[in-house]
């Protein structure tokens, strides 16, 4: 892969996962965050880029390892704007969406709370190098479609 590549694909997840992480307090919506941060911040990465111009899908592996690399990176931010979001809601405003995390990250030892987001972190990026797989393939379909119908223009 591009070094340009991985570092577009490094820094749009870090983006989602700030915007997913910012979002994720509010309580109804943070379950809608979760399901993104689990299966879709891969396909919204790859899909920008492709439309962008900055991304070609020639290989399943290509997609495989930018689905990784985007589900992994997206949840580190996702969780390090989660944690700070969830601690100052807690200690100013006195107010926890969800107690049992806010307890977790309040009295855990950091170095507990840094596996358990480097535990999330594989998971995400499991579930987001299958949705880049599964991106691949759909977008492979689209284009068979396409070029099926109009081929004899």
Do not use: Q
Not at 42 to 68: C, F, Q, R, W
Request: with cysteine; hydrophobic share 55%; glycine share 6%.
């Amino acid at each position: 892969m591009d070094r340009i590549l991985v570092k577009n694909i490094t820094i749009l997840s870090l983006i989602l996962g700030l915007i997913l992480g910012v979002l994720a307090p509010i309580p109804i919506v943070g379950m809608i965050m979760l399901f993104l941060l689990l299966l879709g911040s891969a396909p919204l990465v790859m899909i920008y880029l492709i439309m962008d111009g900055k991304l070609e899908l020639t290989t399943t592996k290509d997609s495989i390892l930018n689905g990784a690399l985007s589900g992994f990176m997206t949840n580190i931010t996702f969780a390090i704007a989660y944690c700070i979001i969830m601690v100052i809601l807690s200690k100013c405003f006195h107010y926890t969406p969800n107690f049992f995390l806010t307890a977790m990250i309040e009295n855990s030892p950091i170095w507990l709370l840094g596996t358990f987001i480097i535990f999330l972190g594989i998971l995400c990026a499991t579930t987001n190098a299958f949705a880049g797989f599964a991106t691949y393939y759909i977008i492979n379909l689209i284009r068979d479609i396409y070029e099926n119908k109009h081929k004899n223009d």
